[in-house]
């Protein structure tokens, strides 16, 4: 791993494309991911960004971007006027293109730092987007800012299965993703499990089940349409299609989604969110 150290001027960028109508910010309080080489990386959105990767392979380096909080707090002010003139919120999308607890989180404290920040400034709105069962070494200072803010812990659980033939483990097991997702809706903080991108499920009822053990709302999106292209071309690129394809035929085409939702719908008592709509928690009724 590649590690580096990197001022930045401004973290708060103004969101465009998938995230627009999600939130007013995304903040990246790093720059490229460990989780790169696991599971998740392999279809990782992010690695055909080429003004990010500057030619380096996914995973291979993280700039660790140290000022962000400082600059977080220099910055949120202006950014929340020009939120609050277009009639928006402000609101922040943390992280979209990074993993905001990397393992190198609990030595250098980047976002540890960032959420004391915004206890001090803070948002109106704050996502916060994780991979990792380590999101639970913050839950007070997420509890503390979800009294502050309107808060949501997103934690991405894309299937039941550990790993797909001929790619690597996640980052995160499962079932310690599953756990930290109860650890943190039982402690109260809006807790959302997101199945994005959708990989095959082994045994659809029992997931669900278990996500309504541990969330209040669930979100699902499929890569195509998800990826930021409307075929899923980015992804297709990549070697995800086809391990799906391999365990679960069908699984690599959208129509999938439609057939998981379904169980879902059935299983799941909470809202249910679909792509960009879920992300912004503008959900659907679920099975109550
Ligand atoms: S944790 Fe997020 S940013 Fe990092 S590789 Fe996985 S999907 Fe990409």
Redesign the pocket.
């Known amino acids: 791993m590649d590690l580096s150290f990197t001022d930045v001027a401004n973290p708060l960028t103004r969101t465009g494309g998938y995230l627009a109508g999600v939130t007013s910010h995304s903040l990246q309080p790093y720059r490229g991911?460990p989780?790169?080489s696991s599971l998740?990386?392999v279809g990782?959105y992010?690695q055909h960004n080429p003004w990010l990767t500057r030619g380096r392979r996914w995973?291979s380096f993280l700039e660790i971007r140290q000022s962000t909080a400082q600059a977080y707090l220099s910055h949120a002010p202006r950014e929340r006027r020009w939120a609050h003139r277009k009639g928006s919120r402000f609101s922040i999308f943390l992280a979209s293109?990074?993993?905001p607890f990397p393992p190198q989180e609990r030595r250098y404290g980047v976002t540890a730092a960032l959420l004391e920040a915004m206890l001090v400034e803070p948002p109106d709105e704050l996502v916060v987007q994780t991979?990792s069962a380590a999101v639970t070494d913050h839950r007070g200072s997420l509890l503390e800012l979800s009294r502050r803010c309107r808060l949501r812990v997103h934690v991405s659980i894309e299937s039941d299965r550990e790993t797909l033939p001929g790619l690597p483990p996640p980052?995160s097991p499962v079932a310690r993703r599953f756990d930290a997702a109860r650890t943190l809706h039982e402690a109260g903080l809006e807790t959302v499990i997101t199945v994005a991108p959708l990989l095959p499920l082994l045994d659809a009822e029992t997931f669900f089940r278990r996500a309504a053990a541990s969330a209040g709302a669930l979100v699902l999106d499929h890569f195509v349409g998800g990826d930021g292209t409307p075929d899923g071309r980015r992804t297709h690129r990549t070697a995800l299609p086809a391990a799906m394809e391999a365990v679960e035929p069908g699984s690599s085409s959208p129509e999938y989604l439609e057939r998981v939702l379904e169980i879902a719908r059935r299983v799941f008592p909470g809202p249910i969110g679909v792509g960009a709509d879920g992300f912004a928690a503008r959900y659907r009724a679920g099975a109550a």
């Open positions: 991911c989780l790169g998740c990386g990782c992010v995973g293109s990074t993993e991979h980052g």
